[in-house]
């Protein structure tokens, strides 16, 4: 007996069609919509980009020379002419290297905002000329809007280079911590005391090369780094990587010539390296000493003091921070099931660390870099209120803030640089709490 068929029977799925699987957006895309919803975050945000802007395009809001012109039926970008100039591929005529733009008679042009360079002296305004009183200037155009200083700098054009010096600072010495303090702090949390083996003919050949490449690297060196701080940024830069590579080079041609050597037992015993207590004591030691005094010291005793120096030496001092973070997150990813499947698979413990376990735990660091970016914007003020570091002529916030200890009476020259000083650190601060929230696991559970 038959049994009757059913009218409805199940259908398989058809492969040839695409079933829609919905995609995950993934955890930056995710930590950015919840970011968005905190208003003072995005507005911290805003602000910080902004601040980055009037960095990049400072010589286009307030220079003494013009964005375009026309003199003697030749066409002229000054601005872009001088970027030229500074990396000796352009040379002015001879009329125009030390001629005052303002006082030439140019065909048409188009000039910045502000007709002033931070280091311009303005004769007819000077003595600590007031935003609110009479000045001396021959069209509106030429008006000091922040008022001027003592020696008739305009106040205005300071604060707009000034923040591109505040925030070259800040970025280039968390720049140098941020690499520092990943990479030991990962070493630190991965490693732990009984992870890395050396043998006993390794752990003396190791300090040595240290030794060795310290003194090659930075000793030795020494009169040809500080020739290419003070010639440019690129140069030293260059000369400070071949440095780098040097003190790092030693150390691995030491161990590979202990090699040999470990074939002998006594020699090639292993033992297990504490990376972690050594990391951990010397991130104590670094954060018992105030990193103010000691940028203070460092800089007393050296010959030559420029920009670079101060944030060569913030960014070896402000590591630990980032090195903590990076310790910690670490410490929670080393016993993830893919880190002990990439394991389990044979890959080398170098491997492991800096291409499974290191890329999943960055994300803590942008909180610690934005906190860290202020504290050096910070930092900077304080050297230049105080004297020390920046040269004379570079014009920073701190210098502004140091020129209204002489007369208290200017205002303009503390209230302006402290209000920048205020909205740029709390705009980091903010901009860190809100990274910290929108990338925090409980609340994306929530």
């Known amino acids: 007996m038959q ?103 140019l065909e048409s042009t188009f000039w910045p905002p502000i007709r002033y360079s931070p280091n311009d002296l303005d004769y007819d305004n000077q003595r600590l000329t007031s935003p609110l009183g009479d000045q001396n200037v021959s069209h509106w155009k030429f008006w000091h809007f922040l008022g001027t200083d003592r020696d008739g700098r305009d106040v205005l054009s300071g604060l707009i280079h000034g923040t591109r010096i505040s925030l070259t600072i800040g970025l280039v010495a968390m720049g140098i911590a941020t690499i520092i303090g990943i990479f030991i702090g ?47 940024l690129g140069l030293f830069m260059r ?63 050296m010959d030559k003091q420029s920009i670079y120096t101060i944030m060569i030496i913030m960014g070896l001092l402000g590591w630990t921070g980032v090195a903590r973070y990076m310790r910690g997150e670490i410490l929670r990813t080393r016993n993830a099931e893919y880190i002990q499947a990439a394991r389990s698979l044979g890959y080398s413990e170098w491997r492991v660390l800096f291409r499974h376990a290191l890329p999943n735990s960055l994300s803590p660091v942008l909180v610690v870099i934005a906190f860290g970016i202020a504290g050096a914007i910070i930092t900077e003020a304080s050297l230049s209120f105080l004297g020390i570091g920046v040269p004379e002529d570079i014009i920073t916030w701190g210098k502004i803030l140091k020129a209204s200890r002489s007369d208290i009476s200017a205002w303009w020259l503390s209230i302006f640089p402290a209000f920048a000083i205020f909205i740029t650190v709390t705009s980091m601060n903010l901009l860190g709490e809100g990274l910290q929230d929108a990338l925090n696991p409980k609340v994306r559970e929530e």
């Open 3 to 105: 049994l009757p068929k059913e009218s409805h029977q199940p259908t398989r799925p058809n492969p040839n069609k695409d079933t829609p699987y919905p995609k995950s957006p993934g955890v930056w895309k995710n930590a950015w919509g919840r970011m968005k919803k905190n208003r003072l975050a995005m507005l911290a945000y805003r602000t910080v980009v902004f601040l980055a802007l009037v960095a990049i395009l400072a010589d286009f809001i307030a220079y003494n020379k013009p964005i375009y012109c026309k003199y003697k039926e030749t066409t002229y970008l000054p601005i872009f002419a001088d970027y030229l100039v500074a990396i000796g591929l352009y040379k002015w005529d001879r009329d125009l290297i030390n001629a005052d733009w303002k006082e030439l008679k």
């Open 186 to 232: 990962a070493m630190a949390g991965y490693f732990g005391d009984n992870r890395w083996q050396l043998s006993q003919i390794a752990m003396i050949f190791v300090p040595i090369g240290l030794v060795l490449g310290y003194f090659y690297a930075f000793q030795v060196r020494s009169y040809t780094l500080s020739d290419a701080l003070t010639s440019s």
């Open 239 to 301: 000369e400070l990587l071949l440095s780098l590579g040097i003190f790092i080079g030693i150390p691995i041609l030491f161990r590979y010539l202990a090699k040999p050597l470990e074939r002998i037992p006594i020699l090639g015993r292993k033992r297990y390296v504490w990376v972690d207590i050594i990391t951990s004591r010397l991130m104590e030691i670094l954060n018992s000493i105030p990193s103010l005094l000691m940028i203070i010291t460092i800089m007393a005793i």
